[in-house]
């Protein structure tokens, strides 16, 4: 699997995070396991859309998110990529309600 950036800025993501090669790996799996389960659960009208069409539409700034919370877990700071994922989904229910 493939995030939508470039590698220099996965190599980026890593430093930032400081990472090693062996914990950037583990969080890009950790990514592809995640969004692999979400794909095994998608809704019906996704049904005839395989795994990689999917993320080929993933943004980047989405990419950024799971990386820099599963890059926290990896690099021993869970509390920190918690409060990160939760702030995450109270950002994305905030907009729906005001797009809805």
Do not use: C
């Amino acid at each position: 699997m493939k995030l939508p950036v470039d590698d220099d800025t996965l190599a980026s993501w890593s430093t930032l995070l400081g990472l090693t090669d062996k914990q950037t790996a583990a969080t890009l799996e950790d990514i592809e396991n995640t969004l692999r389960q979400g794909y095994e659960y998608r809704p019906d009208e996704l049904r005839d859309a395989t795994f990689d069409q999917l993320i080929s539409d993933m943004d980047k700034d989405e990419a950024a998110l799971m990386f820099l919370i599963s890059g926290l877990r990896q690099a021993g700071y869970p509390q920190a990529a918690y409060d990160i994922e939760v702030r995450g989904i109270l950002a994305t229910l905030n907009s729906l309600q005001h797009t809805g």
